[in-house]
C-alpha cells in the first residue's frame, strides 16, 4: 500500500515510522517548519494527570518507550530531571495540583523548605505545597523529531519537502502545483489541519500559545532543577532548566492569545505580563534578559483527546492531530495507533481517539494569569 503523510511534526514521523515498519510504501510531505509546534528546545514528558486515568496509563507506557529510544540514540532523548508541580495553598482543599498528586503513584509531596532547595531562585514562601514526580522529566523536541527523521529514512521513507495546497480523496495537491496520488493519505499537520481537511473546522482549532525564552544573569541558578509549574491554574506559568548556553523556556498553558496562524511573535503586552507574574514569584528571571518568544499553536481537540481516525465521507483520507498542547509526550507510542487506523487493526486506544462532533467530550479547560487577555 502506498500511504503520503502530510506533516513533519511528531504525530507525522510516528506514523511514518510505523507504516514503513509494517511494509508500506511511505512518504512524507512538507517542509521543516520552525512553525510547527513540535520544533522546539524541550517539551515536558510525565504520567501525572489527575483524574484522567485514559492519558496517565498511556502516558506511562510512553514513558517506558522513552527509555527504550534513549537506548536507540546516539545521545539521550528523555532526560528523567523529574517534575516540581507547584501549589499556593495546601493540597489537602483539593484542586488541579492536588489530582496530579493523587494520580502520579511516584510522586513525593514537597514542602516550602523542600522547594526553595529544589528551585533556589523562588521567592520563599510563595509556594507552600507541591510534589515532584521523579519519573518525569523533558527531551529536546527538535533533536526528537531529527531521530524521528532518521528512522523513517532508515526505513526506506520518502522526503517530498514541499507544502501541500490541497488533499483530494486519494491525490495530494502541492504548492508547486505537483500532484502526488496514494491509497491512503494521512494529514498530521497540527493546527494547519483544518485548512487542508475543513470537515475538521470546529473539530481541531489552532490555539497560541506564548512561550518566552530568557537569558538570566546567572544561569548555573536555574540548571540542574526539575521542570516546573507555578500553580498552573492561577499562573499558568511553566518552566524548563536552563540549556547548556544558559537559556530559560518559559511557557504560559492557559486559554491562548490568538488563533491566527500568522501571528507568530508573542505581543510585548503578554511578555510584560509574564515578568509581572515573575516579579512575585521569581524575581531573577522577571529582570533576565528576552533572547526571544514564539507563538506555539497547539491544535485543540474537544476534551485533549486527540483525532486519529478516518474523516467521514472520504475512503481514503485520515487524520491524525488534536495534540491540544500535550501530544509530544507519547511520541514513541503514537504510530502504532496511527498505523492501526490506516490498516484498519485492532488498537486498545483507538475507539477513544476516533472522529467525534465538534464540542463532543468537553473543551479543553484552562486558566491560568493570561485569561483575561484578548484572542
Request: charged residues 25%.
Amino acid at each position: 500500500m502506498r500511504v503520503i503523510v502530510i506533516g513533519r511534526g511528531v504525530f507525522g514521523l510516528a506514523a511514518a515510522a510505523s507504516l514503513a515498519e509494517s511494509g508500506q510504501q511511505v512518504v512524507v510531505v512538507g517542509p521543516r517548519d520552525p512553525a510547527c509546534s513540535s520544533e522546539d528546545i524541550s517539551r515536558i514528558v510525565r504520567d501525572d494527570y489527575g483524574d484522567d486515568e485514559f492519558h496517565h496509563r498511556w502516558a506511562g507506557e510512553a514513558i517506558e518507550a522513552w527509555h527504550r529510544w534513549n537506548g536507540e540514540s546516539a545521545s539521550p532523548l528523555f532526560h528523567e530531571a523529574g517534575f516540581l508541580n507547584l501549589s499556593h495553598e495546601p493540597m489537602d482543599r483539593g484542586g488541579f495540583v492536588a489530582a496530579g498528586f493523587r494520580r502520579s503513584g511516584l510522586a513525593r509531596r514537597t514542602d516550602a523548605v523542600a522547594i526553595t532547595d529544589s528551585l533556589p531562585f523562588l521567592v520563599p514562601g510563595q509556594f507552600v505545597d507541591g510534589y515532584l514526580n521523579p519519573a518525569a522529566g523533558w527531551v529536546d523536541a527538535s533533536a526528537v523529531l531529527r531521530h524521528m527523521e532518521r528512522v523513517c529514512e532508515e526505513r526506506g521513507v520518502g522526503i517530498v519537502p514541499e507544502r501541500v495546497a490541497q488533499v483530494g480523496d486519494g491525490w495530494v495537491g502541492l504548492a508547486d502545483d505537483g500532484l502526488l496520488r496514494a491509497d491512503r493519505i494521512v494529514v498530521a499537520a497540527g493546527a494547519w489541519t483544518s485548512r487542508l481537511v475543513p470537515e475538521c473546522e470546529g473539530l481541531l482549532v489552532p490555539n497560541g500559545q506564548p512561550v518566552v525564552y530568557l537569558r538570566p544573569s546567572v544561569p548555573a541558578r536555574f540548571a540542574d532543577v526539575p521542570v516546573w509549574a507555578l500553580d498552573l491554574t492561577t499562573t499558568g506559568i511553566y518552566g524548563f532548566p536552563a540549556t547548556a548556553d544558559g537559556i530559560v523556556k518559559v511557557g504560559h498553558h492557559g486559554p491562548g492569545i490568538s488563533r491566527r496562524l500568522e501571528r507568530t511573535r508573542v505581543p510585548d503586552a503578554v511578555v510584560e505580563r509574564f515578568r509581572s507574574i515573575l516579579r512575585q514569584v521569581a524575581p531573577e528571571l522577571a529582570a533576565a534578559r528576552v533572547h526571544r518568544t514564539r507563538v506555539c499553536f497547539y491544535c485543540d481537540a474537544p476534551g485533549g483527546r486527540f483525532v486519529i481516525d478516518r474523516v467521514p465521507g472520504r475512503s481514503s483520507v485520515l487524520v491524525a492531530a488534536g495534540g491540544s498542547g500535550h501530544g509530544f509526550k507519547f511520541a514513541p507510542v503514537l504510530g502504532d495507533l496511527i498505523a492501526s487506523v490506516v490498516l484498519d487493526r485492532e488498537h486498545q486506544r483507538r475507539e477513544a481517539c476516533a472522529w467525534r462532533a465538534p464540542g463532543t467530550g468537553g473543551d479543553v479547560a484552562r486558566a491560568g494569569a493570561l485569561s483575561d487577555l484578548p484572542r
